[in-house]
């Protein structure tokens, strides 16, 4: 079983930036594409960023390239949601997932999810 811890979240205006981490309890972190989903009140959970397992790759949601950047370190089991230029419309609850097995920088098959961590931007 691998645990994913998330931090950093909480309440910034439109505009700033807020950095996410995602702790991972296993050694299993380095083989796995790691990333972010999010869910609003009355919404699906959505992808936001994936990073594949070396992060030589990462792909993005169009709502949000541009202003996120998703990057790992291997060596802390440890993987970064930088978000820049925040708007209201990104207000979520943020969820760390892995994709274990070298699996998609798309994250199409989560094997692990996060407790969840809100943020939220005030306009």
């Known amino acids: 079983q691998v645990q994913l811890v998330e931090s950093g979240g909480g309440l910034v205006q439109a505009g700033g930036s807020l950095r996410l981490d995602c702790a991972a309890s296993r050694r299993t972190f380095s083989t796995s594409s790691m990333g972010w989903f999010r869910q609003a009140p009355g919404k699906e959970r959505e992808f936001v960023a994936g990073?594949?397992?070396?992060?030589?790759?990462?792909y993005y949601a169009d709502s949000v390239k541009g202003r996120f950047t998703i990057l790992r370190d291997n060596a802390k089991n440890t993987v970064y949601l930088r978000m820049n230029s925040l708007k209201p419309e990104d207000t979520a609850v943020y969820y760390c997932?892995?994709?274990?097995?070298?699996?998609?920088?798309?994250?199409?098959?989560?094997?692990?999810w996060g407790q969840g961590i809100q943020v939220t931007v005030s306009s």
């Open positions: 990073i594949t397992w070396n992060g030589g790759n990462q």
């Open positions: 997932a892995a994709d274990a097995k070298y699996g998609s920088v798309r994250l199409t098959n989560v094997d692990y």
